[in-house]
């Protein structure tokens, strides 16, 4: 049994979370949107001083302990659900898991690299080494 991560490249394959539906290419545009919005927009919270105290991006940009700094130089983000998925030359909706990766490189957003994958819940069966010897028999019947 294979299961095998498939990267979703083409904009027309069409994702079902749930009850909605999305084109790969408008998923990848709503993922964009909420990280960027997410990443830019909100502040870390000080609850001693019960104020903001920087913006995510900043939070991120560095780790200090004791003496040394280090500077980040990429943040990665995994996150995975069920789904199923209608490939334009595929057998019809496959049900999997749907793996979104977000990297974001020296902590700003405009530096990102967003990939879809998807695993389907059935195993990818092996070709068998005489399907080669089918497919040339068949070539010649015909």
């Known amino acids: 049994m294979n ?7 083409c904009d027309d394959d069409v994702v079902l979370l749930h009850k909605d539906t999305f084109k790969v290419s408008r998923l990848k545009e709503l993922v964009r949107e909420q990280i960027c919005s997410k990443w830019e927009k909100h502040s870390y919270y000080d ?4 104020k903001p105290k920087t913006q995510i991006s900043e939070f991120f940009k ?3 302990f004791s003496q040394e700094t280090m500077k980040i130089d990429q943040i990665k983000f995994d996150l995975t659900t069920d789904c199923q998925i209608l490939k ?3 057998k019809g909706w496959q049900k999997g898991k749907l793996k979104i990766q977000i990297y974001i490189s020296n902590a700003t957003i405009d530096k990102y690299k967003l990939c879809l994958e998807f695993c389907s819940d059935e195993p990818e069966e092996p070709e068998s080494p005489l399907d080669d010897i089918r497919k040339m028999i068949q070539a010649e019947a015909t």
């Open 88 to 90: 334009i030359n595929g």
């Open 62 to 64: 560095q780790i200090s």
């Open 3 to 9: 299961y095998q991560l498939i990267t979703l490249d």
């Open 47 to 50: 609850y001693s001083t019960q």
